[in-house]
């Protein structure tokens, strides 16, 4: 049972959290600053002007110059050998034009001042050209709310984009990410045409639907569950009910591994559909997870192998069930969201597991893609990693989806868990471990392999001004550009019920792709607005004060957090949602407010209509909440 860019201008350069080029203060011997020369030319300041060009200004007060200007070049500290702009006159504030700069590209400069002493250098400032993009962006423009856009036919499913995505998975593959998910779509209207929907993108933004990746299910599934009821003494099930969820894609080798969850939908007992008229005293069959391969994802041809994975039981033949309210779980672990890792060491693990018991990781062979052995049940079907709640008498605990990653620059892995109903409520919780088989600890140290509650919540139910916001916000996927080293954040959302007047708005599931930050200290913090591909273009430090809207992502179930105001004032304090001093460093893209640090960047405000560029931030508060954060837009 599953619950599931105006004028291009030139900016001092900010430098994300995840900063390529840095340097250090620049530290002159005896010989290159002669004890003669008392002042040193001060820091210089860059003003924007055009796209090839940058105003320097900087401050000294020396009478004994005989030459100053700035030198600048696209290595780190410039000298008089490199790019140099002598500025006449001996006025304390020299300014100079340097022209004839590439877009795009960063530079480093200093001023200078030589005295008959010598020459010394001020410290280098660092700057980059405006990437012409941003004054030409144009933003997505598919709608959220689709059914309003005629695009819920079959006939229409090349306008989708991401209309329709549940459970997506998300693997590159050549010059395009794939992303294949489960069966859902807004009527169903799927229905009858394949399984495992798939859609690729080059951009992460335009995405083409592309087909079904399994036309009809193996036949090894009927067969291997009639063989198991024949050991119990069952009666065959003719035409067993299937369901098509989850699967992960990851590439291993030269080879692509699409895992897939099918689960049986009839009762054990009679083998009957799962009906309320056909209720037996039994729960429903057990899912098998399956294994396909490809060389290719362009070529959508798969190589099915066969089982991985079953549910498993230490019940015995003792699958009765009260009535249809007891939910105490005739499976210990249940056989449907798989993920696929990697790990650090070349072990290949495959995580799986929803409500039940807990998540389980299961060892693989890397040759096969799968266990060693399945002989005893369940000690062989995993070993459990995280659970809910520290109980084996309660079997129905909301967590599942497990998404596995290791990032090797923290040395962590990182287990992605959705809790809770997945219409409404759906949220997604991230704990991490040193080790794959855990134990896994949350932000705040409680250990969620033991059965601890999970925080902190870093996707939940939400809603800025201007929208009717989006809840059902989980099962995700967790990916890395290979090409930027970016994290990226992928799953479904929905919107609220009746929304725009329709009744039916919460079956509207729209792909969700968003960017991931990390923390100073190691977490993993998902930007609050959607990925649109934005010009990288950094933010200044004279663009951060204003008006913001601030969401602190505090679990509350089947709730919409909704935003509050926050103003970071021009003389540097703040008021409102947040409060204390505030400072931007735009070497490291971080605000920091009071104590509390924020991962800053540009994004697309999807609320505004028009949809345009603004600056978000995320981080989490010393109680482990994800903070979310959108600069508003100015009144017309």
Not at 221 to 236: F, M
Not at 266 to 274: D, F, K, T
Request: net charge negative; with cysteine; glycine share 8%.
């Amino acid at each position: 049972m599953y619950h599931k860019k105006l004028l291009p201008l030139l900016f001092l350069v900010a430098i994300a959290c995840s900063q390529e080029e840095k340097m250090s203060p620049i530290t002159l011997d005896p010989v290159d600053q002669p004890p003669a020369i008392t002042t040193a030319p001060g820091a210089l300041t860059v003003t924007g002007l055009t796209l090839l060009t940058a105003r320097l200004t900087a401050t000294f007060d020396a009478t004994d110059a005989t030459a100053r200007g700035f030198c600048y070049a696209t290595a780190d500290a410039p000298t008089l050998a490199d790019n140099v702009i002598t500025v006449p006159g001996a006025t304390p504030t020299f300014t100079a034009l340097i022209e004839n700069l590439q877009p795009n590209t960063l530079y480093f400069a200093r001023s200078y001042i030589t005295t008959p002493a010598g020459t010394t250098y001020g410290p280098v400032e660092i700057f980059r050209t405006i990437d012409p993009g941003l004054d030409t962006f144009v933003p997505p423009a598919y709608a959220d709310d689709y059914s309003q856009e005629g695009l819920t036919p079959w006939s229409e499913r090349a306008r989708w984009n991401l209309a329709n995505v549940h459970d997506p998975t998300v693997e590159k593959c050549g010059d395009y990410y794939y992303m294949y998910g489960t069966d859902a779509s807004y009527g169903n209207v799927h229905v009858g045409r394949g399984h495992f929907p798939y859609r690729r993108s080059r951009d992460l933004v335009n995405w083409e639907f592309v087909g079904m990746a399994m036309p009809d299910p193996p036949a090894w599934i009927k067969d291997s569950l009639n063989a198991i009821r024949a050991r119990l003494s069952l009666a065959p099930i003719a035409n067993p009910l299937y369901g098509y969820w989850a699967p992960v894609v990851r590439k291993t080798g030269d080879k692509y591994r699409m895992y897939y969850s099918i689960p049986v939908d009839n009762y054990i007992a009679s083998g009957l559909p799962n009906t309320t008229a056909n209720f037996d005293n039994s729960w429903t069959e057990r899912a098998f997870i399956g294994l396909m391969e490809t060389d290719d994802l362009a070529s959508n041809q798969w190589t099915d192998k066969g089982m991985v994975v079953r549910s498993s039981t230490d019940r015995g033949t003792n699958w009765s069930r009260a009535s249809l309210s007891n939910w105490s779980a005739y499976f210990k672990w249940n056989a449907i969201d798989p993920s696929l890792l990697v790990a650090a060491d070349g072990a290949h693990w495959l995580l799986y597991g929803s409500w039940h018991s807990g998540i389980v990781a299961l060892p693989l062979d890397p040759a096969t893609g799968k266990p060693a052995t399945l002989d005893n049940e369940p000690d062989d079907y995993g070993i459990r990693v995280a659970r809910r709640q520290n109980s084996d008498a309660n079997r129905w605990q909301a967590q599942e989806a497990p998404e596995i990653i290791y990032n090797p620059e923290t040395g962590y892995y990182y287990l992605f868990l959705a809790y809770d109903e997945l219409s409404v409520a759906y949220n997604t919780r991230v704990c991490r471990s040193t080790t794959i088989e855990g134990p896994y600890l949350g932000y705040n140290g409680a250990n969620i392999t033991a059965g601890a509650d999970c925080f902190p919540v870093i996707t939940h139910p939400y809603r800025f001004n201007n929208h009717p916001g989006w809840v059902g916000f989980s099962h995700c996927c967790v990916f890395r550009d290979p090409d930027t080293g970016d994290w990226y954040y992928a799953s479904q959302a929905r919107l609220p019920a009746n929304t725009n007047g329709n009744a039916n708005s919460n079956a509207i599931m729209m792909g969700h792709v968003r960017s991931i930050r990390w923390t100073a200290d190691g977490w993993p913090v998902v930007m609050p607005e959607r990925y649109a591909g934005l010009p990288r273009v950094p933010v200044l430090a004279s663009e951060i004060a204003g008006t913001w809207e601030n969401i602190t992502l505090g679990y509350s179930y089947q709730n919409q957090r909704t935003s509050t105001a926050l103003t970071l004032n021009p003389d540097g304090t703040a008021a409102g949602a947040l409060s204390g001093a505030w400072t931007y460093d735009p070497v490291t893209a971080t605000l920091t407010i009071g104590a509390q640090q924020l991962c800053i960047q540009r994004e697309l405000d999807w609320e505004a209509a028009p949809r345009v560029p603004t600056i978000v931030y995320a981080g989490i508060n010393a109680a482990g909440q994800s903070l979310w954060g959108k600069k508003s837009q100015p009144s017309n």
